[in-house]
């Protein structure tokens, strides 16, 4: 099992930056594809970006593509999401995932606690 602890949210105004960190405890944090998930009041949880393993290879949602970075540190077993040009329909809980790498929540079987983030217009 992995543990995953998010940490990072805040307050923001519109076209300002937030960098999201999640760290992982358990079994080996390389073993694992990464993901960063949001949901906000009344939606539906929804995928934001994805990395591989080895962080070569990244994926993003067309609302993030351009404004946000997702990157990992696997010496130190923690996960990253770089926040730019934030905007008011960001605001959300933000999730990390551990699991097989993908666009779904399906494809993660470990889940952090959220971290909020709110981004004032």
């Known amino acids: 099992q992995v543990q995953l602890v998010e940490s990072g949210g805040g307050l923001v105004q519109a076209g300002g930056s937030l960098r999201l960190s999640c760290a992982a405890s358990?079994?080996?944090?390389?073993?694992?594809?990464m993901g960063w998930f949001r949901q906000a009041p009344g939606k539906e949880r929804e995928f934001v970006a994805a990395?591989?393993?080895?962080?070569?290879?990244?994926y993003y949602a067309d609302s993030v593509k351009g404004r946000f970075t997702i990157s990992r540190d696997n010496a130190k077993n923690t996960l990253y999401l770089q926040m730019n040009s934030l905007k008011p329909e960001d605001t959300a809980v933000y999730y990390c995932?551990?699991?097989?790498?993908?666009?779904?929540?399906?494809?993660?079987?470990?889940w952090g606690q959220g971290t909020q983030v709110t981004v004032s217009s």
């Open positions: 995932a551990a699991g097989r790498v993908g666009d779904s929540v399906g494809h993660y079987a470990y």
């Open positions: 358990g079994r080996t944090f390389s073993s694992y594809g």
């Open positions: 990395i591989s393993r080895s962080g070569g290879s990244t």
